[in-house]
């Protein structure tokens, strides 16, 4: 069992920043974020594998930055020029399979409870 615990949420106005973190009780080769606006499907963002490839979703690509702590086991995204469809709940997702990294965080076995981001126009 994977415990994963979000952390930097927030609101902001649109053209801000925010950072979120998470922390991961153990080690999981994929590692990723995941969010979910009201009334929408749950949305890939950014994985990080063990390996050092990253992977970033059309719609936050040169605006999100996902970056890993392995000795910390801590997974981090740094969110820049959001947008207000960026306003969702966004969870932190790990999986020990290599094989479903490309999944962009969704359907990985284990999930935080999430923290919320809200952009304002």
């Known amino acids: 069992q994977v415990q994963l615990v979000e952390s930097g949420g927030g609101s902001v106005q649109a053209g801000g920043s925010l950072r979120l973190s998470c922390a991961a009780s153990?080690?999981?080769?994929?590692m990723g974020w995941v969010r979910q606006a009201p009334g929408k499907e749950r949305e890939g963002v950014a994985y990080y594998t063990g390996g050092g490839t990253t992977r970033y979703a059309d719609s936050v690509k040169g605006r999100f930055t996902i970056s890993r702590d392995n000795g910390k086991n801590t997974l981090y995204l740094q969110m820049a020029n959001l947008k207000p469809e960026d306003t969702a709940m966004y969870y932190c997702?790990?999986?020990?399979?290599?094989?479903?990294?490309?999944?962009?965080?969704?359907?990985?076995?284990?999930r935080g409870q999430g923290t919320q981001v809200t952009v304002s126009s």
């Open positions: 153990r080690y999981t080769y994929c």
């Open positions: 997702a790990a999986d020990y399979r290599s094989t479903v990294c490309w999944r962009l965080g969704v359907d990985y076995r284990y």
